[in-house]
């Protein structure tokens, strides 16, 4: 089974354009689960433009599904996550300028880095994914510094599927042949969307989990709106 873990930065950022509560993460998180999500993800970022650290403390008391961290293990992140003790947490080496995530983990480089950030939350019972472009270099690399699973960078693979899936998605099969014979557990995510899911699912073995927001809270918007209008326009009949 391939589980989907509902990346919920986009509902605080919807939140943080007004300043007050609306939507709710907490609730909105509450919500996903029960509509069937096998987890919730965020991704705190050091200027907190979007899930707060906050958030991620009350949401530590209400998930009852899989809760996976995502960010760049600074002090602070490992403070967080420690601290919160999830399920899972996922290092991405984002800056702290960057839009959204835009690259994987060099595992070479940062290999001494990553063993021992990787070491510290194994030690608290802590689950860790390492942010992987789709390289056979860097999948062994994960392995090398010990990670639990890695999660692949898809923004190449939903660039690429519009034009040649079958091309665009070569580098991830390999890799996760490579991550599986490696005892490495496989997610991914970025840019992963109701349009080219399903293909990725299908295709891809050994594939553990997805986290998905973008392009899941754009279609929430698609999908509710006729809904919510209809609601708006029967209370004003
Ligand atoms: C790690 C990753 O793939 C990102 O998609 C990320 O979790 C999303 O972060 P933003 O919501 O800040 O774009
Ligand atoms: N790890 C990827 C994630 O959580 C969601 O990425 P996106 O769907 O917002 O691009």
């Known amino acids: 089974m391939i589980r989907l873990s509902v990346n919920i930065n986009k509902i605080a950022t919807l939140r943080n354009a007004r300043g007050g509560d609306t939507p709710n993460v907490v609730e909105s998180a509450k919500n996903l689960e029960s509509f069937g999500a096998q987890g919730i993800t965020v991704h705190p970022r050091p200027d907190e433009r979007h899930i707060r650290y906050a958030d991620v403390n009350e949401l ?3 998930i009852k599904t899989e809760f996976n961290i995502e960010g760049n293990p600074n002090q602070k992140f490992i403070a967080l996550v420690l601290d919160a003790k999830p399920a899972q947490v996922t290092l991405v080496p984002d800056g702290e300028d960057v839009l959204t995530s835009n690259a994987g983990w060099d595992t070479i480089k940062h290999k001494d880095f990553l063993k021992e950030v990787i070491s510290e939350f194994k030690a608290h019972g802590i689950r860790t994914s ?3 472009d789709p390289s056979l270099q860097m999948i062994q ?3 090398e510094v010990g990670a639990d ?3 692949l960078f898809t923004e190449a693979y939903a660039q690429g599927y519009i034009k040649d899936k079958e091309k665009a998605i070569a580098p991830y099969l390999k890799c996760a042949e490579e991550a599986k014979s490696l005892g490495l557990g496989i997610n991914a995510g970025h840019d992963l969307s109701l349009e080219n899911i399903e ?3 299908q295709t891809i073995p050994f594939l553990d989990e997805v986290s998905i927001g973008h392009a899941l809270i754009s279609e929430a918007l698609y999908d509710g709106l006729e809904v919510v209008v209809k609601s708006y326009l029967k209370k004003l009949s």
């Open 60 to 62: 530590t008391k209400v």
């Open 130 to 132: 390492v942010f992987v």
């Open 141 to 143: 690399g994960a392995a």
């Open 149 to 151: 699973r890695v999660e």
């Open 199 to 201: 293909y990725f699912a």
